[in-house]
């Protein structure tokens, strides 16, 4: 059924819309405060401050935290990985561009969860797929200009942060379609942000955590963006798409956020839009989209 005529099926796809141009933006946010705290702090106030925000929803729909060992240790697993990820998202934006970052994590990402798929659940491949890897590698390959980067080069610029970025978030976007399957999206958020923010805790520098109470009322307001409409809204509403729509097509919504990161930077933070980026990008656009488009 064309989802024009399925009024449900499009309110969803238009919500996902929304929540990966909020995600686009949250680059161009996180990157204007990376600078004003060590990523340890950065990490913990972003996951604490989620974790509050998630309290009210537990209330609201009446859910309980019991869960069986199993999703726990899942759980477990979904915090480690959004610990990492998070920790790579600051230190990555400390080097390099916002809008490069969004390229490079987003458009890999879908990419890495297909090849996780097929590793883990033994998906059948086909020729088509065979070649949109490929294609998605080389977007990737020209999206770090790899050809003018030495590895150190690489590590300095931020780039090669991104792409371990793309393949932790993938690991994570595979884990909460399994974790999901016997909690809702509130516990589930709830439990890995909690779990992540009490890990945080034991690494912070205290001192460093006070100071950006005098950081001024732009750090709170780009914390806030990151907090309740990046992470609250819109990573709830991707954890919650990968459970009922499944990991691979809901990766492949990520292909709006390149886009708006390179706007949003350009248009905020006067970022310099680079061939190289643009080019690459839509490369691995075009490569996801060939990975998620069934034979007629």
């Known amino acids: 059924m064309d989802f024009m005529q399925n009024p ?23 990157k204007s405060i990376s600078m004003k705290a060590g990523f340890h702090t950065l990490v913990f106030l972003r996951f604490f401050l989620t974790t509050l925000c998630y309290i009210p929803f537990l209330f609201i729909f009446k859910e309980s935290l019991r869960v069986d060992r199993k999703t726990l240790f899942r759980l477990l697993l979904a915090a480690a990985l959004m610990i990492l ?12 561009f916002a809008g490069t970052g969004g390229v490079i994590v ?75 399957e016997k909690i809702s999206v509130w516990v589930y958020s709830i439990y890995i942000y909690f ?16 100071k950006t109470f005098d950081a001024g009322l732009g750090f709170w307001l780009n914390l806030g963006y990151l907090t309740v409409l990046s992470t609250t809204f819109s990573t709830t509403l991707y954890f919650y798409s990968s459970k009922v729509m ?26 310099a839009v680079q061939p190289a980026t643009l080019l690459g990008g839509s490369l691995s656009m075009i490569a996801v989209y060939l990975l998620h488009t069934k034979k007629n």
């Open 8 to 30: 449900k099926k499009f309110k969803f796809i238009f919500l996902m819309f929304l929540a990966m141009s909020i995600w686009g933006g949250s680059w161009v946010s996180a």
């Open 85 to 96: 990820y998070t920790q790579i998202f600051f230190l990555g934006l400390q080097k390099g």
């Open 106 to 180: 987003t458009t890999l990402n879908p990419i890495f969860t297909f090849v996780l798929s097929l590793i883990f659940f033994k998906i059948p491949i086909r020729k088509k797929q065979i070649f949109a890897l490929f294609l998605g590698l080389s977007g990737g390959m020209l999206t770090i200009q790899i050809w003018k980067n030495n590895l150190s080069a690489l590590l300095l610029s931020g780039s090669l942060l991104f792409v371990v970025g793309a393949v932790v978030w993938a690991g994570l976007t595979l884990n909460s379609q399994k974790a999901q």
């Open 195 to 210: 779990i992540a923010s009490l890990f945080e805790v034991f690494f912070m520098d205290w001192g460093d955590f006070f």
């Open 246 to 271: 499944g990991s691979n097509f809901t990766s492949s919504f990520t292909f709006i956020v390149p886009i708006s990161s390179v706007f949003f930077s350009w248009l905020l933070i006067d970022e």
